[in-house]
């Protein structure tokens, strides 16, 4: 009986975690830049400031990522295709780089790689025009 209720409370509890824990944020984030450049980001309890990052041409961007939150993420970044063309982990209160080629026009998914997260609001895109 103990344990059902346990079990019970156990499944109750992980179907909330998407709600309780979606860092406060709302709406998409767009920071507009030109190829070369360095972006500054931020990476917290469940969200990445900007989300959505517009850049004016192909080339190559610097995403320098400070990570706010107590828990380790990572940066995830695919092709159009959907290969992955870079990713790194940042610490929790760390700051890491991550230099991304951007070879052609169209959109790059970039999640956290980390189970559960990108469910919990760890996505975004970089759009090359």
Do not use: W
């Not at 961007?61 to 940042?90: F, Q, R, W, Y």
């Amino acid at each position: 009986m103990m344990v059902r209720r346990f079990c019970m409370f156990l499944l109750l509890s992980l179907a909330a975690v998407p709600v309780s824990c979606s860092g406060g944020r709302s709406g998409k984030v767009t920071e507009q830049m030109e190829p070369g450049r360095e972006l500054e980001m931020e990476v917290g309890s469940y969200y990445f400031e900007p989300d959505r990052i517009v850049v004016s041409g192909k080339g190559t961007i610097v995403i320098v990522m400070t990570n706010v939150s107590g828990d380790k993420h990572n940066l995830t970044v695919e092709n159009p295709a959907g290969g992955i063309v870079g990713g790194v982990d940042v610490g929790a209160g760390a700051t890491e780089t991550l230099r991304v080629d951007l070879p052609e026009p169209g959109t790059y998914p970039f999640y956290c790689d980390i189970p559960f997260h990108p469910r919990m609001g760890m996505t975004g895109e970089i759009v090359v025009q």
